[in-house]
C-alpha cells in the first residue's frame, strides 16, 4: 500500500503528538518530605559559599521490594532448605535492581537538568545512583529545595541540608530517597550522653582510684565489670577459638571517635593478660580518619571488649565519616560494606538517634540496606539507647496549638533487620538497667518473628499507656546484657562508664564466639539473628523479670517473664546456645 504525501504528514504529526503525552513533566513536583521548621538542636547558617558542590545519592525501589526480604528469611530461618545459603554481593544486587526503564527515565532527568554522564555513576544493581560534585544550585534546582548550612548546637558540626525537597511526579514512586537532604538526625554514641540514674551522677565517665582498681584485677565479682566478669556470667570463659582466619567482628566507629592501640594493650594486661598481643585494622571510609593519639572512651570501650570478649578474632574498626557537612555516616558504611566480596560475620554499633529525628523514608531505606547484610550474612546488633522509654518531657506539638506525649525509642535499633540490645545490671539475678532503651518504633510495624512473644507482652500490659506507642510497631530491644559499671582504659587512665554502648560489644563478642563454633564445624555463620533468638534460641537466653525503663516523666515499661520492651528475651547463655545450636 502506498501513502500520499497528505497521509504521510499525518501519521506523522500523530506520533509527535503520542510522544508528547507521553514525555513526562518535569516540572510537575511533589513534595517527597518537609519538615515545618528547623529540627530540635539545628541552627541555619544560611546559604553556603558559592561554587559549593555536593555528591546526591538517589536510592532506586527495586523492581521487587519483597524479593530481598523474603531472601533474607529463609536463610536466616532454621529448618527451610536454603537456611544458611547466604546471597553473595552479585545476587543481592540482582535482587534490589530497579527496572531498566526506571533507569533510563532517572537519566533522563537528571540530562533535563544539564547533569553530563561523566558525573553519574550507579552501583548496587542500579539500585544506588550518585550525581558526583553538583554545584548546590542545580541540587536545588534538580529537588525543588533549598539547600543551607546547619550548625547541631550540642556538637557544633555543621551539615549541608534542605527542610524540603520534592521530585517529579513521574519519578515519586521509583525513588525511595535522596541523601543528603532532609536527614538532620546526628549519630549518638550511646555512652557518653546516657543518664547515669544508679548513682544520680551527671556524665558516665569516672575515673577509678587506683586503691579500688586493685580489687578488681584479679577478681571475676569486683565491684565493677571487667571482661572476667562477662565471660564468667555469660559462660564463654572455657571457650577457644578456631576458625580466627574465617571470622571477622567489626566495630562501627562515628565522629571521629578513635581506639588506642597502646590503650588497648594495658587494657588487655590488666584485665585479660592470656591476650596481650590482641590487636585490631584500621578501615578508614569516606574521610572517617584515625588519629590513636586523640583516643575517644566510646571507641576504646567498643575495642576493649570486643577484643576481650572474642580474641583472637579479627576486629575491624571502621572510621566512618558524613557527618560533617555533607552525607551521612550510615549510608556511607552500608555503601562500603555492601560493595565487599565478603562481608564481617559480626558487626558491633554503638550509635543511634531518636527515631521520631529521621525522616520516615530514609529510615526505611537504611533499614532496607541492613536486611541486604542480613541476607549475605551479618549479625548485625545495635545499641536500644540510655534513655528508657525518653528523655525529658516527650512532648511534641503540631505546631497548631496541638501537643501529646509519645514515646521515643531509637534507630536504627527499631529496624527489624538488626539486632537491638538493651542493659541489664547485677547477677544472680540480673536485672534490668533503668537506662536500658526500649519500646516500640512508630515507623516499622511488628515483624513475623515478634508475632507470638510482643502480643504476650501487651495483653499483660492492658490499657497502660495507651496512646503513647504503636501497639502494632516494632518492639525493641531483642536481648539485654550488661551495661552498667564497666572498667576501661582511655588515654592510658582507667575509667568506670556505662550505658548500652557496653551491652552492644559484649553481646557482639559472644555471638562473634558463636559464629567462630559455628564455622569451625564446617556450618555457616548466624548471619541475621532475630528469627533464631525468638525460635530455637529461647531456652539458651536469661529471662530478666525484674527492673523497668523509666522516662518521659512516667515509670516506663517493667521487665516480665518473657519478652519485654526493657530487656527483650534477656541474657546470652553461650553453653545453653552452643548446644542448641549443634543441631542445625
Not at 190 to 206: I, T
Request: glycine letters at 10%; a negative charge.
Amino acid at each position: 500500500m502506498r501513502l500520499d504525501p497528505l497521509s504521510v504528514l499525518f501519521i506523522v504529526a500523530i506520533g509527535l503528538r503520542g510522544l508528547a503525552t507521553f514525555a513526562p513533566r518535569w516540572d510537575d513536583v511533589k513534595a517527597k518530605h518537609t519538615w515545618n521548621s528547623v529540627p530540635e538542636n539545628w541552627q541555619n547558617l544560611g546559604h553556603p559559599p558559592a561554587g559549593t558542590t555536593i555528591d546526591l545519592h538517589i536510592a532506586l525501589k527495586a523492581q521487587n521490594e519483597n524479593a530481598l526480604i523474603d531472601a533474607l528469611i529463609e536463610v536466616s530461618s532454621p529448618g527451610h532448605p536454603k537456611h544458611g545459603a547466604y546471597l553473595s554481593r552479585e545476587e543481592v544486587a540482582e535482587l534490589v535492581a530497579p527496572p531498566s526503564d526506571v533507569l533510563e527515565l532517572v537519566n533522563a532527568w537528571l540530562e533535563h537538568h544539564g547533569v553530563p554522564p561523566s558525573a553519574i555513576s550507579t552501583k548496587h544493581g542500579g539500585s544506588w545512583l550518585t550525581v558526583i560534585g553538583s554545584p548546590v544550585s542545580r541540587a536545588n534546582e534538580l529537588l525543588s529545595a533549598s539547600y543551607q548550612l546547619y550548625r547541631h548546637i550540642g556538637t557544633n558540626d555543621t551539615v549541608l541540608r534542605t527542610l524540603s525537597y520534592g521530585l517529579p511526579t513521574t519519578l515519586l514512586e521509583h525513588v525511595q530517597n535522596v541523601v543528603p537532604a532532609t536527614h538532620f538526625g546526628f549519630p549518638r554514641t550511646q555512652l557518653q550522653e546516657p543518664l547515669m540514674r544508679h548513682d544520680g551522677a551527671a556524665g558516665v565517665q569516672r575515673k577509678v582510684p587506683a586503691g579500688e582498681l586493685g580489687t578488681v584485677l584479679s577478681s571475676r565479682q569486683g565491684p565493677y565489670v571487667t571482661p572476667s566478669f562477662l565471660r564468667w556470667l555469660y559462660k564463654t570463659s572455657n571457650y577457644v577459638p578456631f576458625a580466627a582466619d574465617r571470622n571477622v567482628l567489626g566495630v562501627m566507629g562515628l565522629r571521629g571517635d578513635y581506639p588506642s592501640p597502646g590503650d588497648l594493650r594495658q587494657f588487655m594486661s590488666q584485665y585479660r593478660f592470656d591476650a596481650t598481643s590482641a590487636a585490631y585494622s584500621v578501615v578508614e571510609i569516606e574521610g572517617g580518619g584515625y588519629n590513636p593519639g586523640k583516643p575517644d572512651p566510646e571507641a576504646n570501650l567498643n575495642i576493649q571488649y570486643t577484643s576481650a570478649m572474642a580474641f583472637p578474632t579479627p576486629r575491624i574498626f571502621y572510621s566512618t565519616g558524613g557527618s560533617h557537612t555533607l552525607g551521612d555516616p550510615f549510608i556511607n558504611w552500608l555503601d562500603y560494606v555492601l560493595d565487599l566480596w565478603s562481608v564481617p560475620q559480626t558487626v558491633s554499633t554503638p550509635y543511634g538517634m531518636p527515631e521520631y529525628k529521621v525522616p520516615p523514608d530514609f529510615a526505611i531505606y537504611m533499614c532496607n540496606l541492613y536486611a541486604r547484610l542480613g541476607a549475605r550474612g551479618s549479625s548485625v546488633l545495635f545499641s536500644s539507647g540510655n534513655d528508657g522509654v525518653g528523655r525529658g518531657n516527650c512532648l511534641f506539638s503540631d505546631g497548631s496549638g496541638n501537643s501529646w506525649v509519645q514515646f521515643i525509642p531509637t534507630f536504627p535499633s527499631t529496624c527489624p533487620w538488626v539486632t537491638s540490645v538493651g542493659g541489664t545490671t547485677g547477677n544472680n539475678p540480673e536485672i534490668a538497667a533503668s537506662l536500658s532503651g526500649g519500646g516500640f518504633s512508630a515507623y516499622f510495624s511488628r515483624p513475623p518473628y515478634q508475632n507470638r512473644a510482643v502480643p504476650t507482652f501487651l495483653q499483660s500490659l492492658g490499657g497502660r499507656y495507651n496512646g503513647l506507642f504503636n501497639h502494632g510497631g516494632r518492639g525493641v530491644p531483642d536481648i539485654a546484657l550488661q551495661a552498667i559499671d564497666f572498667l576501661i582504659v582511655s588515654n592510658t587512665q582507667s575509667l568506670r562508664v556505662g550505658g548500652t554502648s557496653c551491652s552492644t560489644p559484649t553481646a557482639a563478642g559472644i555471638i562473634s564466639l558463636l559464629n567462630d563454633y559455628r564455622i569451625s564445624n564446617g556450618k555457616a555463620p548466624l548471619g541475621f539473628l532475630n528469627i533464631k533468638l525468638y525460635g530455637i534460641c529461647l531456652e539458651g537466653l536469661n529471662d530478666i523479670t525484674s527492673g523497668s525503663n523509666p522516662g518521659c516523666n512516667t515509670d516506663g515499661f517493667s521487665a516480665v517473664p518473657g519478652w519485654d520492651p526493657v530487656t527483650g528475651l534477656g541474657s546470652l547463655d553461650f553453653e545453653r546456645l552452643i548446644t542448641i545450636l549443634s543441631r542445625w
